[in-house]
Every structure is written in structure tokens, then in C-alpha cells.
């Protein structure tokens, strides 16, 4: 059997030269190098943390300078929003599972599949050139007259960066809707594909409609940066709150452009690991196209404190409301599907387990902070931090581990220990919630962020948030350490370790090159566990 | 050799699958740049509304002849790249060649136009920045005008640059054989790219060059 | 492959129809409509972009899917514009700063 599977054609072994990986079109390839890339960016944002937090363990602005202080969180933000969060679960699961998840052989464009790879990696370098070279020190958000006027920094190579990466963001997000629509195998109907496909589609409706209006809007920035003409400038009568208006039509969406993805894979994990159809799977798979329209109609909420009008704030405080019942019914059916259900708590499902904790405590304190009037007190403090990592890591990145434990048996072709699988899963637990916790304390005692020093007061509950970051980076580190272990001595993975009753669950750990080796006909919906236990059917 | 090449690709599994596909993502690619240049509308909307006095004023200094002119230009080489892409369902290789041509002319005419209007503002200090001079008033506002007619009409500029550049490429491609009445996605594909560009100037004419003329 | 192949003339007569939207256009910005030159500006150019999606670009004889993309781009284009409008829209309805009545 060993020897079997040692002498078959995979995706991997089939070639090994450095060329067939730059240029290959295998989505499955193109996946492993977005998965190597985001994990260079991911270190990059970490170390950049790990310094502040260092500087935010004593009262005092003493570790940093003050300007050193503002790009260093400038960096962190731009680096994890643009260039880990934002392609994290689309373009390293999505782009290596969705093909396999609805019986196709491909993305429907692999070239550009391969070319907005290298968009990212033109966008990113030039996004790290910028590090290196002074930094930069806006904030991630760019906020013009600053960034358009007065910052000494490098403005316009950041814009240029970000605005090439987003191009890299449209091109997967429309192979995407192209694959979903047209390349779905045979049998294969909207209702019985996969809810990590149907999050994948939500994704990328936002990715094509959504992030055209951020590339506009960076390029006018870059170019009233580098020709100073008026677009922004309110010195010849420009409007700056048009470009936080602009700015944030992409940006608050993009939250949903991480958290989705996450959501799916979430569902895959409690479906497979509970042994179950998804609960009300139409309701979970409505819910994410509903989190992606309703999304487009709540930007205005990151602007309550500026010039905006109190009318426009009332309007865009109700929609925000709106978004939790979408995601009040996500999380509801997953917890209805594991009711009784007899769960194997494999690491994969503890990484669901802290996903449903984290991202409740950040959903809701989202609607704390879409009520205008609390607001105002709330607005750049800590509480707003804390509020946005139980969401952006707290959500997006534990659906993220979760699902890369969950494939990558699948990647790879090897198990990963499963000790230090769930020793992992509970250190980024423990750490994430001592690090953000007390930051909602701190921003709820009127902390605010972005700043280097503060009152001594403060101190105990920002050192208790540097310990858990410590802590938190350690959870993250253990990973890469037993994965890349796994490569070279993990025990070989069968076709389908969990159980799993996705597609990608009955071809070879790794796949052959072309996925499938005979054609495939789909007879029924995902999750076809029939009504063995106290399933729902 | 080019007779024999098959435009089938791998992954899909029919030629009706592959145009399918191709035409979605087409169109999804049509909905960014909808999006795309609805963030430049928007921005001008904001600050029309806000000092529509001044935008009138720097609207007349538009060149309402050649603006109309483009307008006209753009419109023929629509019809023109309508009729390459009907000749090549119809497999008429010459037919084809001859409308991209005259597609391209009129795209390279509507540039050329396009250089002689930015020339005039150059002349004339019309460009927004250090060396723009405006007799009417606070130079502020008239500049966001010009910014912003500067920012449309160049983004659709280059979008026609870009069209001339995917217009080359389809000749060589006809030239080579590579169409058939079985296949012509490219021609088809670059023609909605086409067309949408022309939708483009339809609105920044009379946005542009026709405020407040009566 | 089995396409439409849009007739001829079809296509002549939209291009007539754009060139007359043109030379309408034109010759409306000079008259006097009081407030609603704009809108018969935009109402033009709205209808000539909808005779070139249609027929240049044959909305007209594709699938439902095509038709919901094309309208997509539009009904999201206005949502950017209403929702962003609606801000400096209503500024002046409640002078921010002003003293409150007491």
C-alpha cells in the first residue's frame, strides 16, 4: 500500500523543477505558493506587534520613538489587512479546495489564477520596499489631508503597492465567480454545493464590486500625492471625507471579504466533525450572500466622529445593526448541528470551538460600537482594537488554522501531530483573549489607540495584553514547526482521514495533477451523512 | 501548425463551456471597471453639486467641437468593432481584418484628438497644480474641475491605449488563422471591453464639456 | 458553436440612434430647462449606454446570468453614490457645533 501510493503521479511529485512551480497553472500549486507568501507576511505584521507590544508594556514611550511607534502599527495594519488577511483563507484554501469541492479540474482561468499571484507578490514587494526604506506612518487607513499633504513618509510607493495588490484581490475573486457559475461538475446544483463554496462566492462579489472603489481611490491619492492637484485637499475647496467615504466602501466590506471564507470553512469543520448535515444548510448558505449585500450599506459607521452628517450616522448605525442577524443565524445553525451530535474533538474542531467564542465576543461588541450615541465615547479607543482582532484574528484566523489542519492531509499527503495540533489550538485560545481582553477594558477606560505612552494606570492591563501576545506567538509558532515536520515525517494521510464528505475527501492525499481521474457526477447534497444518530437529514 | 491548434482548454470540457466562461468573466471584469470609474463619478458629483457655478465656468472651457467630435469618433468605431465581430462569426477573415483596422484608426484618432485638447490646456494653464492661472476667482475649486476632468478623460485614455494595444494583438491573431466561426472569444471579448469604454465617454461628454452652455 | 448572429441592420440603426442621441445632447445643453439640463443630460447618456449594452454588446440575446451581472454594476454603482451622497446631503440639517436649545 505504501509502496503504492509512493510510486502514483500527485500534484507534488510530478515535477520538482523551480520553473514548474513559477509557472505553473495548477490551482492547487498557486495555492501552496499563496500559503508560503501569506506565512512571510504573516511573520512580517507578527514581528512588527511584538515590538509595540514590547514599547506598550511600560508606561512611558521608551522602547521606540514616537514616529518609529507610528509605522510600526501602520505596517502591522497594512501588511496583515492587505497582504495576510485579506488573501489568507481565499487564496491559499479557496484557491487549492474550491476546484476539488465542486468536481472541476481547474479554476475557469488558471493563467490569471498564476498572474494575480504575482500581482500580490509586485504589490507586496513594494509594499516591504516601503519598510525598509522609512516606513510609513498614516495608519493603514490612509486618511487624507495627512497622507496627502503632510506625511514625510513614503506615501506614494504605499499607494502604488496597495493599489497593484488589489488588483490581485479582483482577479481571484472573479475566477472564482466564474468557477462557481461555470465549472461545476455535472449534478453539482446551488443547493448541494459545499456552504465553504457558497462563502467563497459571497467573497468574491465583494472582491469584484468592492475593491475597484479602493484602487480608484488609492490611485487619486498616489496622484495627488506625487502632483499635489486638489482631490482631497481642502485647501482648494476638495472634501477629505470623501475619501474616508470612498476609503471604507471597500474597507468595511473587506471585513467581510475575511471573515467569509472563515465562516465557510467553519462549516465544513462542524459538519465533518460532527458527523451531520449543517442545520438549516439553505439558512447558512443565504446567510452569506446576506452578510455580503448588507455589508456594502454600513461603511458610514467608521464615521460617526467626522464631519459626516448625524442623519447619514442614524441611517448607517441601523443597517450596521442588521449585519448581526445574518451572523446570528451562521452561528446558531452551527451550534443546532452539534446538539447531540457526537463531536470528535480532533484539533481541526477546537479551532471551530475558539472561532465561536472569539468571533461572538467580537460580533457583538461590533454592535455595541454601530450604536451612534456610544460611539462617540468608544471611537479610536481600545475598545474598537480589541473589537476588530476577535473578529479579524480572532475569526479570520482561527477559520484559517482550522482549515489548513483540516487540508492539509489533503495538501500534503501527511498527518501532523495531533497532540501538538490541540496543545497549538489551545495556546492561541488562551493568548488571543489575554492579549485583546484587557484592551477592551483599557479602551472602555477611554484609551486610545495609536498612541506610544500612556497615563501608569494603565499599565497593569497593557502588560497583562504583551504577556498574552507572548503567548499568542508562541500558539502561532508551533504550528509552522510541526507542519513543516509533518512534510518529511508525518505518516503518510489517506484519501479521507476525517470522514469528510466533500469531494476533495475521494480523490488521492495529494491529488493527481488533474484532480479527478474519472469524470464526476454528483447524486446528492453536501454532507450526505444520511439519518444515522439524530441527524436532521 | 496554426490550423491545427486547439483552442479547447484543458480544463474545460466544451467549447460552449469555455465561451460561457470566458463571457462571465468578462462581464465581471465590465462590473470593476463600472466600479472603478463610479468612485471618479462620484467625487465629481460631490463637488459639482458643491460649487456648480465653477465647474460651469470651467466647463467652457472645453472644446465642445472636438469633444462632439470624439463622441462621434468613438461611436463609429463601436459600429466597427460590432460589424469585425459579426464578420468573424460568419468566418469572413478579411472582413474582420479590415473592421479591426478601422477600429483602431478611429481609436488612434480619438487619442490624437485627446492630445491636441491637452496640449490647449497646457497652453493655456489649465493643469491643476504650481503653474495653474485662473483670472474668474478663488483657483481653488476650478482646479478640482480640472483634476477631475484631467483624472476621467486620462483613465479613459488610457483604457483606449489599452483597446489599441488588445486591437493589434486580434489582427495578428486573424492574420494567423486562429478564428473560426467555432471560435472567436477573443474578438468578442475585446469588443465588449470596446463598447464599455465607449459607454464611458458617452457620460463624460455632456458631464464634461456641457455644463451650464444655455 | 450556436450564437446569435445579430442582423445588420440591427446594428446600423443603433448606430444612428447613438449618433442622433449625440447630436441631441448637444443641442439640449443649449436650451434653457431650468434646473433639469442635467438631468436630460444624464437621461440621454443613459439611454444611448443602454442601446450599446443591448445591442453592441448583446445583452439583449444572452442568458438571465449575463443580465444580472450587467444590472450589478449599475445597482451597486448607485449605492455608492446614494449612500456617500447622503452624507453631505444632510450636513446642513443639523449645524454640528451650533448651541443646543436649552
Keep these: ?16 523543477s523551480i520553473r514548474s512551480w513559477l509557472l505553473t497553472v495548477d490551482h492547487k500549486r498557486i495555492g501552496i505558493m499563496y500559503l508560503l507568501a501569506v506565512t512571510v507576511f504573516f511573520l512580517i505584521g507578527g514581528i512588527m506587534a511584538t515590538l509595540f507590544r514590547f514599547e506598550l508594556s511600560t508606561a512611558a514611550g521608551d522602547l521606540v520613538t514616537a514616529e518609529t511607534y507610528n509605522k510600526l502599527f501602520t505596517l502591522h495594519g497594512v501588511v496583515m489587512v492587505f497582504f495576510f488577511l485579506i488573501p489568507s483563507v481565499p487564496a491559499v484554501l479557496g484557491n487549492f479546495v474550491l476546484p476539488l469541492a465542486i468536481g472541476a479540474k481547474d479554476v475557469a482561468f488558471p493563467k490569471l489564477n498564476l498572474l494575480s499571484w504575482y500581482v500580490f507578490m509586485i504589490g507586496g514587494g513594494i509594499t516591504l520596499f516601503v519598510a525598509l526604506t522609512g ?31 488589489g488588483f490581485s484581490s479582483i482577479l481571484t475573486g472573479l475566477n472564482f465567480l466564474v468557477t462557481i457559475h461555470k465549472m461545476r461538475a455535472p449534478g453539482m446544483t446551488w443547493m448541494r454545493m459545499p456552504l465553504f463554496v457558497w462563502a467563497l462566492y459571497a467573497t468574491s462579489l465583494i472582491m469584484v464590486l468592492a475593491t475597484p472603489v479602493l484602487a480608484i481611490t488609492v490611485a487619486l491619492l498616489a496622484v495627488e500625492r506625487a502632483t499635489g492637484i486638489g482631490i482631497f485637499d481642502p485647501a482648494l475647496g476638495g472634501d477629505p471625507v470623501l475619501f474616508q ?34 442545520f438549516g444548510y439553505s439558512f447558512v448558505a443565504a ?149 485583546f481582553m484587557p484592551q477592551f477594558i483599557l479602551g472602555y477606560l477611554g484609551m486610545p489607540r495609536r498612541y506610544y505612552a500612556y497615563p501608569p494606570e494603565w499599565q497593569t492591563l497593557n502588560v497583562l495584553s504583551s504577556a498574552g501576545a507572548s503567548v499568542l506567538g508562541v500558539g502561532y509558532l508551533i504550528p509552522v514547526i510541526y507542519l513543516l515536520w509533518s512534510l518529511r515525517h508525518g505518516k503518510p494521510a489517506p484519501a479521507n482521514p476525517w470522514g469528510g464528505k466533500g469531494l476533495e475527501w475521494t480523490i488521492a492525499s495529494p491529488p493527481t495533477p488533474h484532480n479527478f481521474e474519472k469524470p464526476v457526477i454528483v447524486t446528492e447534497g453536501a454532507y450526505a451523512y444520511g439519518e444515522g444518530g439524530h441527524g436532521h437529514g | 501548425m496554426a490550423e491545427s491548434r486547439n483552442p479547447l482548454a484543458h480544463h474545460f470540457d466544451s ?67 460590432a460589424l469585425a465581430v459579426h464578420a468573424a462569426q460568419e468566418g469572413r477573415k478579411q472582413a474582420t481584418l479590415t473592421y479591426l483596422f478601422f477600429t483602431l484608426m478611429l481609436g488612434l484618432t480619438f487619442l490624437g484628438v485627446k492630445v491636441i485638447e491637452y496640449s490647449d490646456k497646457y497652453q493655456h494653464h489649465l493643469i491643476p497644480g504650481a503653474r495653474f492661472l485662473w483670472s474668474e476667482g478663488d483657483a481653488g475649486p476650478p482646479q478640482l474641475f480640472y483634476s477631475y476632468y484631467f483624472c476621467m478623460t486620462g483613465l479613459h485614455a488610457i483604457h483606449m491605449v489599452v483597446g489599441a494595444g488588445l486591437l493589434l494583438w486580434l489582427m495578428a491573431l486573424t492574420a494567423r488563422n486562429r478564428f473560426s466561426p467555432a471560435y472567436y472569444t477573443p474578438i468578442e471579448m475585446v469588443g465588449l471591453y470596446w463598447h464599455f469604454v465607449d459607454i464611458v465617454w458617452i457620460f463624460l461628454f455632456p458631464l464634461l464639456y456641457l455644463i451650464g452652455r444655455h | 458553436m450556436n450564437h446569435h448572429i445579430v442582423p445588420l441592420k440591427i446594428y446600423f440603426a443603433i448606430f444612428a440612434a447613438l449618433m442622433a442621441g449625440t447630436a441631441l445632447t448637444v443641442w439640449a445643453a443649449f436650451q434653457d430647462f431650468g434646473e433639469f439640463n442635467t438631468l436630460v443630460a444624464v437621461v440621454i447618456a443613459v439611454v444611448k449606454a443602454a442601446l450599446v449594452v443591448l445591442f453592441f454588446m448583446h445583452v439583449k440575446y ?28 444632510t450636513r446642513d440639517w443639523l449645524p454640528v457645533g451650533a448651541p443646543l436649545p436649552m
Excluded at chain 2, 457655478?53 to 468613438?74: P, R, W, Y
Design chain 1, 1 to 16: 500500500m505504501k509502496e503504492e501510493s509512493a510510486a502514483t503521479v500527485n500534484y507534488l511529485n510530478c515535477d520538482y
Design chain 1, 135 to 165: 516606513g510609513l506612518d498614516t495608519g493603514w487607513t490612509f486618511y487624507t489631508p495627512y497622507s496627502s499633504t503632510y506625511a514625510t513618509t513614503d506615501v506614494l510607493s504605499a499607494a502604488i503597492g496597495v493599489f497593484i495588490t
Design chain 1, 245 to 278: 467615504h470612498m476609503f471604507w466602501f471597500y474597507s468595511h466590506p473587506a471585513v467581510y471579504i475575511m471573515i467569509l471564507p472563515s465562516m465557510g470553512v467553519i462549516s465544513e469543520l462542524v459538519a465533518t466533525f460532527c458527523r451531520r448535515r449543517i
Design chain 1, 287 to 435: 446567510s452569506s450572500i446576506a452578510i455580503a449585500v448588507i455589508g456594502f450599506f454600513v461603511w458610514g459607521h467608521h464615521l460617526f466622529l467626522s464631519t459626516q452628517s448625524v442623519y447619514a450616522g442614524m441611517v448607517f448605525s441601523f443597517l450596521s445593526f442588521l449585519v448581526a442577524v445574518p451572523s446570528a443565524v451562521k452561528t446558531f445553525n452551527w451550534t443546532a448541528t452539534m446538539y447531540k451530535s457526537s463531536v470528535s474533538w480532533q484539533s481541526p474542531m477546537l479551532y471551530v470551538m475558539g472561532f465561536m467564542g472569539l468571533f461572538l465576543v467580537g460580533g457583538l461588541t461590533g454592535v455595541v460600537l454601530a450604536t451612534l450615541g456610544l460611539d462617540v465615547h468608544m471611537h479610536d479607543t481600545y475598545f474598537v482594537v480589541a473589537h476588530f482582532h476577535y473578529i479579524m484574528v480572532g475569526g479570520v484566523l482561527m477559520g484559517y488554522l482550522g482549515g489548513l489542519h483540516y487540508w492539509w492531509p489533503k495538501i500534503t499527503g501527511r498527518m501532523y501531530s495531533e497532540a501538538w495540533a490541540k496543545v497549538s489550538a489551545l495556546l492561541v485560545f488562551v493568548g488571543f483573549n489575554l492579549t
Design chain 2, 15 to 81: 467549447l460552449e463551456q469555455q465561451y460561457a466562461a470566458a463571457k462571465l468573466g468578462m462581464w465581471s471584469f465590465l462590473i470593476t471597471e463600472v466600479m472603478m470609474f463610479g468612485g471618479l463619478f462620484l467625487g465629481y458629483i460631490l463637488y459639482r453639486c458643491r460649487f456648480p457655478e465653477v465647474f460651469a465656468q470651467g466647463s467652457h472651457h472645453l472644446d465642445i467641437k472636438l469633444g462632439a467630435f470624439n463622441t462621434a469618433v468613438l461611436i463609429v468605431s463601436s459600429l466597427t468593432m
Design chain 3, 62 to 89: 444572452s442568458d438571465k446570468l449575463i443580465w444580472v451581472f450587467a444590472s450589478a454594476g449599475f445597482i451597486w454603482l448607485i449605492i455608492l453614490f446614494a449612500f456617500t451622497l447622503m452624507d453631505p446631503m
